[in-house]
């Protein structure tokens, strides 16, 4: 395989490389962060499967819409998947879909990838609190962890959320306490479905270089954002912008900002439902806000249509480059601190 030298790309030159698919198809993003060392010890994760979206999302014969239906999937149905392909397009921005393990093809927009990785507990936890991710499908989040509880709330893979204690119910489970951040609700999830993340894997990524030598900009009518590092491209990914229709103007504003306040975690309310699945989404992560009315970047876990505009405002970002932007981008956020907010960050420009 021939390596990319992206201290000689263009931006031009980098879209094409994007586009054609030499800097990755699926995710169109980059590769996995690394787990820590110290916090690996688990199952093995099984990385090829999908949750569905939404329900009667259609599996069909071939990559092609006017194939055959096989058969119809259940919102929060869970899906093995063998490979992601270019077939047919299904909308007028996505041609790609997953080959499932029965022969039969969904399309992508429609799936939200995940794992099924069980985790080690932990049995101390800093009294400031730690972050964790949920890392299977869907996890149970109770109101009481005892064998009698009644009630949950569903917390869905990627999610991040603030652990504050450990509890251990009669039968020697043990969970997870978790504080919601917006009215500060207290819930217990198993602890072998959140990984808790070490200080190394919170650390900024080119922290070398300077601010002022760090910027994002972000193509609305292309649906990407790229961060340059002195004037150079170094990532690249889809998005989601706000959404505009007849009845309601949602768009992303553009002009130039800065990244001025950060939290890892944040539980956002919609009371203007512009999809049936984005109402109340708890542990939305890697929240990087650049607009004092609350417009940010983030990871997003409810749709997997990046290249289409979404959203209430924000900038929805797969999981993965949510968090790379998180890490990269200034103020740099101390990993026990739940928000920090800061007069200097890095610049983003929207066109």
């Known amino acids: 395989m021939k390596l990319i030298n992206q201290d000689k790309l263009s931006r031009r030159e980098f879209l094409h490389f994007f586009i054609s698919g030499t800097l990755g198809l699926a995710n169109l993003s980059l590769a996995p962060f690394h787990l820590s060392k110290k916090s690996s010890e688990g199952t093995p994760a099984v990385a090829c499967l999908g949750r569905v979206l939404f329900d009667d999302v259609t599996a069909f014969s071939e990559p092609d819409p006017q194939s055959a239906v096989r058969e119809a999937f259940s919102f929060n149905d869970v899906l093995n998947i063998t490979k992601i392909i270019q077939g047919k397009h299904y909308n007028h921005s996505n041609s790609l879909w997953y080959e499932l393990k029965n022969g039969t093809y969904v399309q992508t927009t429609n799936i939200q990838q995940v794992e099924n990785r069980l985790n080690e507990p932990r049995l101390e936890i800093n009294k400031r609190g730690e972050l964790a991710m949920i890392t299977v499908p869907y996890a149970q989040a109770w109101k009481s962890y005892r064998s009698n509880r009644k009630g949950y709330q569903l917390f869905y893979y990627g ?193």
């Open 159 to 351: 999610s991040n959320h603030w652990v504050i204690g450990i509890v251990e119910n009669e039968e020697g489970e043990i969970f997870y306490k978790i504080r919601e951040d917006r009215w500060a609700d207290l819930y217990t999830v198993s602890a072998r479905y959140m990984h808790i993340f070490h200080e190394d894997e919170l650390q900024p990524l080119s922290q070398q270089t300077p601010l002022e030598d760090k910027h994002i900009e972000v193509s609305i009518a292309e649906q990407l954002l790229i961060a340059y590092e002195t004037g150079k491209p170094v990532f690249l990914s889809r998005l989601s912008s706000g959404l505009l229709t007849e009845n309601k103007d949602l768009s992303t504003p553009r002009g130039e900002f800065k990244i001025n306040y950060k939290r890892p975690s944040r539980h956002m309310v919609h009371t203007d439902k512009v999809s049936i699945n984005d109402a109340e989404l708890y542990g939305v992560p890697w929240m990087s806000y650049f607009t004092d009315t609350g417009i940010a970047f983030h990871g997003t876990y409810w749709h997997n249509d990046f290249g289409t505009p979404h959203s209430h405002g924000c900038i929805n970002l797969p999981l993965n480059a949510a968090r790379w932007i998180y890490l990269w981008c200034q103020p740099v956020v101390p990993p026990l601190e739940k928000k920090f907010v800061s007069n200097f960050g890095t610049q983003v420009v929207i066109i």
